[in-house]
């Protein structure tokens, strides 16, 4: 199985930085990458898709970027409403597998 | 507008079995896959397997192998998972998600395994 290694775990920061969450691959996984965001008793919501895409109504303060196996979410300018669990996706190959989190909170 | 609707919260005894389910509406159901995905109190997304809505063709996860079954319906565009053999390590919130860019979900449904 792919293991999607993500980090930090936790993320304190405050309103206006910048900030950046990674995972890394233990195997090629192409651009197979998602990113998640999730707020407290919701679902999952997709935030950037193909490792460095957009998805749909996502704010432009949100980007992704790939560095061979590093796959990085970044979010600039931090907005009270960023504050949520973050999490990357490979749907490279089967068993599909999560990252373990990012909790993003204020500082 | 793409909706999943998924059924109401579950109250379980160990041992017994239990099975959700997942309305698709807004777009053509046998067009995409039904992917379920865990998530237990407090922790991360686990991946369960998927459904190949138009043909019922499964992949699952070894962990989930003897434990999910996975079903679709085409006629009333549902998608079901069935959870079997319950015990507490299966207490959790299980998502249905739309395969492909995965940028649909289901509301969640919480299942509970108690006595």
């Known amino acids: 199985d792919i293991q999607m290694t993500q980090s930090p775990s936790s993320l304190p920061a405050s309103l206006g930085d910048r900030v950046t969450i990674t995972c890394r691959a233990s195997?090629?996984?192409?651009?197979?990458l998602r990113w998640f965001q999730q707020k407290p008793g919701k679902s999952p919501r997709l935030m950037i898709h193909?490792?460095?895409n957009l998805a749909a109504g996502v704010p432009s303060r949100f980007s992704g970027s790939r560095s061979g196996s590093d796959y990085s979410l970044t979010i600039n300018s931090l907005e009270s409403e960023d504050m949520a669990i973050y999490y990357c996706?490979?749907?490279?190959?089967?068993?599909?597998?999560f990252g373990s989190g990012t909790k993003l909170e204020i500082k | 507008e793409v909706l999943l609707q998924q059924s109401g919260a579950e109250l379980v005894r160990p041992g017994s079995s239990v099975k959700i389910s997942c309305k698709a509406s807004?777009?053509?159901?046998?067009?995409?896959?039904m992917h379920w995905v865990k998530q237990r109190p407090e922790q991360g997304l686990v991946w369960i397997g998927r459904?190949?809505?138009?043909?019922?063709?499964?992949v699952y996860a070894d962990n989930f192998k003897s434990k999910a079954t996975l079903t679709a319906d085409k006629s009333s565009n549902t998608a079901y998972m069935q959870l079997s053999s319950l015990t507490s390590e299966d207490t959790a919130t299980y998502f249905c998600?739309?395969?492909?860019?995965?940028?649909?979900w289901g509301q969640g449904v919480m299942v509970t395994v108690s006595s």
């Open positions: 195997q090629d996984i192409g651009n197979y």
């Open positions: 193909g490792a460095t």
């Open positions: 459904i190949n809505s138009a043909n019922a063709n499964t």
């Open positions: 998600t739309r395969g492909g860019k995965y940028d649909y």
């Open positions: 807004g777009y053509t159901f046998t067009d995409y896959y």
């Open positions: 996706l490979q749907h490279s190959e089967y068993p599909l597998t």
